[in-house]
Each structure stands twice: as C-alpha cells, then as structure tokens.
C-alpha cells in the first residue's frame, strides 16, 4: 500500500517533465517514423497522405543496374553521406587532437591558467550560429580578418582576398572544419583535464622511477588512463557530425558547388543539411525516412565504437 | 492548517477568471463585428497607413458587419508561418503573400479561385505582369497588391571618376561591358558590376535574351533553349572573361547591395524598395532600365498578392475589401505617399511621380516579363542555382548545366 503510494507520489511529481517529455519528444519521434511511409502532401492537411510503403527508402538507399552501370536513385543523399564522413573525419581527430592539447598545457601549475582555461571553454557557451556567422566574417574576401592580414603579407593579389576560404569547394570544408574544431575544443579540455586531474601521482613517480621518459608516460599510462573520455569524445563526435546542420547553414549553405562526374552537388552539404532541405521543400515522408536511415546509422556507429574500445581494453 | 486551504483559494479564483472571461464566439469583436483576419507583411509605415484604409472601408455602410483585424508576420518564413497554420486548420480569413507562393497555395486547394465573386469583371484594370503571377491554371487566385522589378543603379561618382557621363548609363549589354570595364579596377578593389547568383536575379539576363523557362502549359522546362544557353553564358562572361564582376555572388563576398553603397560595385540589380535607404546614405545615384539584349530591355516581376483562404467563412467580404484596397483611389494615395508603384493602371492618371528614379521603374515594369509559375518556386531555385554557379565557376558549360537543370526541374519541380 506504501509503496503504490509512493509510486503515484513520485509520478505526480514526475508528470509535468514526462507530459512535455511524451509531447515534445516521444510523438515526434513516433510520428516521423510513420510519416516515412508517406508520400508528399498534395494540399496542407496532414489528413490525406498517401501510403507509400518503403518508396521513400527505396528511392533514398536503392539503386539500379543499367547498361551504363550502376546508377543509384539518390545520388545527392549518397554525396552527403560522403560529406558527412569527410566533416566527422576531419573535426574528430582534430578536435580531440586540440582538446588534449590543450588540456596538457594547462594542466600545470602555470599562472593565469584559470584564465586560459576559462578563455578557451568560453567559445563553447556561444551558440553555433553565432559562432558561424563570426567565422563567415573572418573568412569573407575584400573585408574579411583573413583575407586583411594576409593583404598585409601577400599583397591583394591572393586567394584570400580574391576567392576566400568558404567560395572554394576544397577549402570551404576545412574552413567549416578548424572554426568549429576552434569552437568544440574547451569542452574537451575540461573534460580530459577532469580525468587527467585523477590520475595519482603516485603512477608517474613509479615511472620516473623504472627510468620512462615523458613520451613514454605520456604513451602508456596517460593515454590508456584517458580512453573513457577518448570514446566518449569519438561517439558524441560521430553523433554532432550526423547531426551537423547550423555550422552548414550559418557558413556555406551547403556550398559552394563542385562538379563530380556530371553532377552538381554541394561540396559541404552534409546530410543533415540534405535533411533540411528535403523538409523545406514539404517533403515529409521523405525527409523522415532519411532522419531514420540517419538513426540507424548513428546506431550501428555507436555499437561498432563500444566493441572496438571493450576490446582493446581485454 | 490554513496552508491546505490556499490551493483550493487559489483553483476557485482561476475557475471564477476563467468563467468571467469565458467568450465562446471569438470571431466576434466588442461591438458585434465579425472579424476578419487579415495577415500581412507590410512595414511600419505600410501598416499604419493599412489600418486607415481598413477604418475608411469599415465605416462604410454595406461593412457595418464586418471588422478587418490585420496581423503582421515577419515577411522572411512568412510561407513556412501560413503553411503551419493551414496544417492545423488555423489560418487567416485572408493573407498577403509573396508572389511565388500563390501558385503552391492554388495548387493544394487551399486559396480561393477569385472568379467565385466575378473577378474577371475587373481584373483587366490590374497591370498585367504583377497580375499573371497570380493566374494559376488558367485561372486567378489572387490579386496584386504590390509589385516590383529590378533595373539597373549606377553610381554617378564613379561615373565621373571614369570620366563618364554620369547622365549615359549603358542602354544596350554591348555597352554595359565597355563602361563596366572602364569602371573596373581591381587594383582599387572596384568594380564595374556586383551581382546574384540566384534565378530571381538572373531573370533579367533570361529574359533581355527572349528566354522563356516554362512552358506555358507548365509541363515542361524550356531552359535548356538556345537563348536560355546564350543569356547564361553571357551572365558567366562578365565573371569570367570581361572581369568586370566582383564576385559578389561568392559565400562570404560583400553583397551587390552592400557594395553599392560603399562605392566598391559602381552598377549593380536592384529593385524600389532600397530607394529611400540610398538616397538617405548620401550617394550620388541614378536609375536606369537593365541594358537591352536581343529582346530589348525587360527585367523580372516581384511583389506580393493577396489571397482568399478556403477556410474562411467569410471569403466575400475579404474579396470586397481587397477590391477597395487595390481601388485606384487608395492604391494613388498609398502609393504616392509611400513612393511605391501601383498595381492599378487607374491610379496612374490620377497622380504624377516626382521621384524620377521610380518612373524608370515604371518603364521598366512595362517589359518586365512574367516570371515562372511553378508549385515549389524554392525548391527550382534549388535545382537551377547550383547549376548556375557551375556555369559562372567554370566547371561546367552552360548547355551541361542547364541541360542538366533542365531535365531535374522536370522531374523534381514540375512533377509536383
């Protein structure tokens, strides 16, 4: 009797998140797995989809054989899966690569490192949109800070002057890449300095004592100490960059265009811009299909990641 | 103890404000007018002088019924906003939309077919490029209520610095190339012309070329046409042979309007609606129509409708309003002490343009050609303007690129 009572307590108290939480999320995520199974919308009501079935998966991930080879159905969703694993390619190991550095520096008893540690974390309370159009104003040719400080260097006549970073579709990728890697990297840094912070003294003294030298401590006792947050960083990096949509929209917009095999495609649009566009066009059903082909994905990720760290660790 | 009661006081005052406030017939205001929602779009200036047609409309007799309570919505995601509130069943009696959206909200059933009231008794008394844009199907589901175009500014400065006649802007493209060269100098920084990328903005090339890009039955994609091909090629030239664009179309580059104003683009696209901003920024301008190609001079057609929603129940009273509200009479004196053009052919005898830089806007608009008329205008911006950037970067030739566009407009933009 107690306990039901309690239980009823402790739901009432709990009702006002989980309400909001059923409305706000659980529906959602219900509802677009059924509208991807419908078609597009041919007035405003939701009322009058038509059925589909698996069209929308079929025409997002099918392909067919022809005599000219084979060619898929949505070559523009395969691009920016590619897009996609080009931005997660470059931005995780380059922003775990800054975030551990960054966390070595300041773990030590050097002056002002409250200071450094608090400037550096202060870019991640910023929102990403913001953080982009500053980047898109650092990057822009003629009036741009990039393109004045090397004016000063090179002279006007140069690419960051004439072109800029974000209108060329080499550059504009890694542009996109270092802003946010710049933005990401205090968050890292406090998290690899909370762990670098547990790790006993007493560990190091025992190396410096068997004759290790810092590389070799570095190597074999901080490394391996590290790799909780090493995987927590890899997973949550492979999520933000399926997720990837604000950095894509305040920057580029998903461009500037490339020519691949007769193809114009975005050479920054990531899937989740993809995503954002097959929305704004009102399509749904397609659009829904695609955020599940992404969920499936982020899954099966997450599970390879967690049996390659379980078994490095055995 | 007391403490258990406050709850209970607190559930009785609300039930009791609740039922105090109760009114169950929303649509009805104070004095017993039905209301009528109008959302529209229209700047501080605009609204107030909105809200004094409105009242002159409801005092007359034949409206005592009715009142017009007008919203306003940001215009940027204004489609997204109606969209939404269609979907739930929660949209306005009536709205003003820009131009390219009309067709989608004809095409889904949700805006009504004008001929209802009898429109085609009027409608020849709307200019006929502002009113085409509405006429879906062959048949109208809107009316005009404000239009635009685009023609060419120049900067008079740099004219003279050049040693140009500031008063000879370029009439034909052969001349545009010539003076805009003449203006360049990229050492400096400057250059002769700033310009978009997007299909809007490139409409006036299409169309100074004889291009058109939709068939008139709306089933198929005319831009692979060999004067689509010869203006696409040209637009690309002025980037990447004459020099003589900025790159102003790049991500991240100054705007042609920003550019314009700080002298570094001496000509650039643009419509009336920057008028006053640069005439306030001191610069020495001035108006010209887009240079002729082989088709003569034309530009695009801009603006925004007003549409009726299926939803109302009241559409003939919207209808009668909108009908006073684009009456020659109130279209003059809107237009005339907001400086803008008037949709209605009758209000052009009753008043006389001071501002010579909006009359060149009027010529402009008498070759301005109808722009295309598809369900999802965003979505063939999304297909042609990739395309076109190929073209200008010169990864592709115009006849790929907009063979290309072409055959992806039909499958994806007029399959809808």
């Not at chain 2, 709850?7 to 404000?17: R, S, T």
């Not at chain 2, 077919?113 to 709307?126: A, C, P, R, V």
């Not at chain 2, 509200?325 to 400086?339: D, G, M, P, V, Y």
């Amino acid at each position: 009797m107690q306990n039901t009572r309690e239980t009823t307590n402790s739901l009432l108290f709990l009702a006002p998140f989980l309400i909001l939480f059923a409305i706000f999320l659980i529906f959602p995520i219900g509802y677009s797995f059924y509208l991807s199974f419908f078609g597009s919308p041919r007035d405003f009501s939701l009322a009058n989809l038509e059925y589909v079935g698996f069209a929308n998966y079929s025409n997002l991930l099918g392909f067919s054989v022809g005599p000219t080879g084979i060619s898929l159905n949505d070559p523009a969703f395969w691009w920016s899966l590619g897009v996609t694993l080009l931005y997660g390619g470059l931005s995780i190991p380059l922003g775990i690569t800054a975030s551990l550095a960054l966390a070595l520096l300041l773990h030590n008893k050097l002056a002002g490192k409250d200071f450094f540690r608090s400037a550096f974390f202060l870019p991640n309370v910023l929102d990403m949109l913001v953080v982009g159009v500053i980047w898109g104003l650092i990057y822009a040719p003629k009036y741009g800070a990039l393109a004045q400080v090397m004016n000063f260097f090179l002279g006007p006549d140069q690419f960051f002057n004439t072109t800029g970073l974000l209108a060329n579709p080499y550059t504009a990728m890694p542009a996109v890449v270092l802003a946010m890697v710049l933005k990401g990297a205090g968050f890292g840094m406090i998290l690899f300095l909370a762990a670098l912070q547990n790790i006993p003294d007493a560990v190091y003294e025992a190396a410096d004592i068997d004759g290790a030298t810092h590389w070799e401590q570095f190597w074999h006792i901080t490394l391996p100490l590290l790799r909780p947050i090493l995987f927590f960083m890899v997973v949550t990096g492979i999520i933000g960059s399926l997720n990837a949509f604000t950095e894509i929209y305040a920057m580029t917009a998903g461009g500037p265009q490339v020519v691949v095999a007769g193809e114009t495609l975005g050479s920054t649009s990531v899937v989740g811009y993809y995503l954002y566009k097959q929305f704004e066009a009102g399509r749904y059903g397609y659009a829904a299909a695609i955020s599940y082909v992404l969920l499936a994905l982020t899954l099966m990720l997450t599970f390879l990641q967690q049996r390659l760290f379980a078994g490095k660790k055995n | 103890m007391n403490k258990n009661y406050l709850p209970w006081i607190f559930g009785i005052f609300y039930l009791f404000l609740l039922a105090a406030t109760w009114n169950d017939r929303v649509d009805v205001n104070a004095s017993g007018r039905t209301i009528l929602q109008f959302w529209h779009t229209y700047n501080d200036d605009e609204e107030k002088l909105l809200k004094e047609v409105i009242a002159e409309w409801e005092a007359q007799p034949a409206n005592s019924n009715w009142a017009i309570r007008p919203i306003r919505i940001p215009f940027d995601g204004h489609k997204p906003k109606i969209r939404t509130a269609l979907t739930v069943g929660l949209g306005p009696d009536f709205a003003r939309v820009d131009w390219s959206f009309v067709c989608e909200l004809a095409r889904k059933n949700a805006c009504v077919d004008l001929e209802t009231f009898g429109f085609s008794k009027i409608s020849d008394q709307y200019l006929s490029a502002p009113l085409n844009t509405n006429r879906i199907d062959g048949k109208y589901y809107g009316l005009p209520d404000q239009t635009t175009c685009v023609a060419l500014f120049y900067n008079k400065t740099i004219f003279r610095d050049a040693n140009l006649d500031p008063e000879k802007p370029p009439k034909t493209w052969d001349e545009f190339i010539e003076t805009a060269k003449k203006l360049t100098n990229s050492e400096k920084g400057t250059y002769g012309f700033g310009m978009d990328n997007t299909l809007w903005w490139t409409l006036p090339f299409f169309n100074t070329f004889g291009a058109k890009l939709i068939s008139d039955d709306g089933k198929k994609c005319l831009l692979d046409s060999e004067a689509a091909v010869k203006a696409l090629e040209f637009k690309a030239s002025l980037f990447s042979v004459h020099k003589i664009e900025a790159g102003a179309w790049r991500a991240g580059a100054i705007s042609p309007e920003s550019g314009f104003v700080n002298g570094r683009y001496a000509m650039i696209f643009m419509g009336p609606w920057n008028l006053p901003k640069f005439t306030n920024s001191k610069l020495d301008f001035g108006v010209a129509l887009i240079p002729a190609g082989p088709a003569g001079s034309s530009s695009n057609v801009g603006g925004t409708n007003a549409v009726i929603f299926k939803s109302s129940k009241n559409p003939r009273p919207c209808y009668d309003f909108l009908t006073f509200f684009t009456s020659a009479e109130i279209q003059a004196r809107w237009c005339k002490r907001l400086n803008q053009m008037p949709v209605n052919r009758k209000s052009y005898d009753l008043f006389s343009f001071d501002d010579k830089n909006l009359q060149v806007f009027m010529e402009q608009l008498k070759t301005s050609v109808s722009n295309p008329i598809v369900t999802s205008y965003e979505m063939l911006e999304d297909v042609v303007n990739p395309e076109m950037e190929a073209v200008i970067t010169g990864q592709k030739t115009a006849a790929d690129a907009l063979g290309n566009a072409s055959r992806k407009v039909e499958a994806k933009v007029l399959s809808l």
